[in-house]
């Protein structure tokens, strides 16, 4: 008998390599009530579960930037979610501000393409991610990210 309570699990990632990472980890939440919030409707047939989009912005489109951090609100008030787990970029980093409004907990896995230094958005989530990870040991630090493993 499972003794585990089922979460609601909110995994968010752009497109691209964030997305394909994101898919990556799903061993970790599949036991779980999971919906998944990226920038690119036609990623529902990579998932068996349900899946909202928002506006795919970034830090020099501002105005789409406040669009997506308004629809990643309004998709966090409807789903309340108890965990977010994102992959980035900008939509994860919404969605981790925005759930500690809502008392979810967090967690931000930087992308396995910054090997040299954090992402801008992992590099500001880290204030906001209860669990804050990089996916390269020498980017580990003691005040985090922190390293786990990677997922090639």
């Not at 349900?50 to 970034?58: C, E, S």
């Not at 409807?78 to 900008?90: S, Y």
């Not at 396995?112 to 580990?140: C, D, M, P, Y």
Request: aromatic share 10%; charged share 20%; glycine share 8%.
């Amino acid at each position: 008998m499972n003794t585990l309570k089922r979460k609601k699990v909110l995994a968010v990632a752009s497109g691209g390599g964030h997305w394909v990472q994101l898919l990556r980890l799903r061993p970790a939440y599949l036991h779980h009530d999971v919906t998944f919030m990226t920038t690119n409707a036609a990623y529902a047939k990579d998932v068996d579960s349900a899946l909202v989009t928002v506006t795919d912005a970034n830090i020099w489109d501002k105005l789409g930037l406040l669009r997506m951090f308004f629809e990643v609100f309004m998709h966090l008030l409807r789903i309340r979610p108890d965990i977010v787990i994102t992959t980035g970029a900008a939509p994860g980093f919404a969605a981790i501000v925005l759930s500690r409004l809502f008392g979810a907990r967090t967690i931000w896995v930087d992308s396995i393409a910054n090997s040299e230094e954090l992402s801008n958005s992992g590099k500001q989530a880290g204030r906001f991610a209860h669990v804050w990870l990089t996916q390269w040991e020498h980017l580990a630090k003691p005040q985090g990210p922190q390293f786990w493993g990677a997922v090639l």
